[in-house]
């Protein structure tokens, strides 16, 4: 080889290895900005609905006062829990105290408020109405799940007796009053009664897993286990690779829709199964291929940009924030926890950067964040779904796919 030539093969190769150093370097600055900009939004307080009037403490508002959230990062929604988790997740790993401290305030704010709600609370509305309305009736998994899950890690560093109790209680409403198929399999009541959700895998596991640890009772991992394999069971569309959003019972069929944030909850869920699953479990290899059969499946419906699809197998419907973060960071993991093979770290990493480079505003807010979304049996209420900016939906899974990803990057770049 000519000098010349050899100087610019080995001034590529540095600039090259540069560009992969300096990776977890940008992904981190991305992450720092996302989780800044809810630090930045987020106070912790009421606004009276009428007057206006922004009040501090539950114990403040008049009892002729009709109040809401001062913005949407209090409340006691299942999103919230998700959120977090991402923001202990983020604040363990940069090693940053101020957004593991978010967690705990929104933790401690619930706590120190909902009683007052609680006594004023009106059986004859809708429990949802009511600030922490989820927080005292737990009506449904989307109540306690995630937000059980969340009070657990909390509780790892800070003790309250009224934590402990809150835990207790979840447990054992999940255990003994949810409403469930005659084989275990959870499912709602509402809008169709007897409905199976996929979202109701992630609305359970976390929390089951995180009890089998906080108690040391096999039986809730056996209840985490018994979910994984029957919503699989059920949801599982063997032809297109990938989970339907619902069975119903009565007809014993499937809904029309492949929807993603469906699909992403499943794989959150797997993954958090997976993560607290002792090492030697007889059913460990079972559960890995179950996640890697739908990781390998997704993985064929990302499109150029790197994206996923608000309907995974329907190109025409738009590219979604929030089911791209989720299977993002589902696969990072798996691959960072050597569950799937090393070659679908470019399925992550092409997913990562559509997210930045598509779908991240300057100022560090998630655009095209699908709003809640119901069962239905049309594909149009699916295509037609409103997006939000910054839509609680989506944060906390862009935050837990940030770190994953820059685990990934640390090592690809060594």
């Not at 010349?4 to 150093?21: D, G, Q, Y």
């Not at 090693?95 to 007052?116: E, L, P």
Request: glycine share 6%; aromatic share 14%; proline share 3%.
């Amino acid at each position: 080889m000519k000098k010349p030539l050899r100087l610019c093969l080995i001034a590529f190769i540095l600039l090259a290895n540069h560009a992969m150093a300096q990776l977890p370097v940008v992904t981190e600055t991305v992450i720092r900005k996302v989780a800044d900009h809810v630090l930045a939004e987020a106070s912790f307080g009421f606004v009276g609905i009428g007057n206006h009037v922004i009040y501090h403490a539950a114990k403040d508002i008049p009892a002729d006062v009709a109040v809401k959230y001062q913005n949407k990062y209090v409340g006691w929604h299942y999103t919230h829990g998700v959120l977090n988790m991402a923001m202990l997740n983020v604040g363990r790993y940069l090693n940053d105290d101020r957004y593991s401290n978010f967690a705990q305030q929104h933790v401690t704010f619930g706590f120190d408020n909902y009683k007052v709600f609680e006594q004023r609370f009106k059986h004859d509305v809708p429990h949802y109405t009511y600030p922490y309305g989820e927080f005292f009736t737990m009506n449904e998994l989307d109540d306690f799940g995630a937000m059980g899950a969340s009070v657990m890690e909390v509780y790892k560093t800070i003790k309250r007796p009224e934590y402990k109790a809150y835990i207790e209680k979840a447990a054992k409403h999940l255990e003994l009053e949810r409403l469930r198929m005659a084989d275990g399999t959870l499912i709602r009541s509402f809008p169709e009664k007897n409905t199976l959700w996929g979202d109701d895998l992630y609305m359970s596991v976390p929390f089951l897993v995180r009890m089998y640890q906080f108690s040391g009772n096999n039986k809730y991992l056996d209840d985490a286990i018994k979910q994984v394999i029957n919503f699989n069971k059920y949801l599982w569309d063997d032809k297109a690779g990938i989970y339907y959003h619902c069975y119903f019972t009565d007809s014993k069929q499937n809904g029309v829709a492949h929807w993603g944030r469906c699909n992403g909850w499943i794989a959150l869920a797997q993954v958090h199964l997976l993560n607290f699953l002792p090492a030697n479990h007889p059913m460990r290899k079972q559960l890995i291929q179950l996640l890697q059969r739908q990781l390998i499946g997704l993985s064929r419906y990302q499109n150029a940009e790197g994206l996923w699809h608000q309907l995974l197998d329907k190109e025409d419907s738009y590219a979604e924030s929030s089911c791209s973060a989720m299977f993002v960071y589902a696969i990072a993991r798996a691959v960072n926890e050597g569950w799937i093979d090393k070659r679908y770290a470019s399925v992550a990493l092409a997913g990562w950067d559509g997210l930045v480079q598509h779908e991240l505003t300057e100022d560090g807010q998630l655009k095209n964040i699908c709003v809640g979304t119901e069962i239905r049996n049309d594909l149009q209420f699916y295509y037609q779904r409103p997006v939000g900016l910054n839509e609680k939906h989506g944060l906390g899974a862009f935050l837990d796919a940030g770190v994953e990803i820059l685990r990934l990057q640390k090592t690809v770049s060594k």
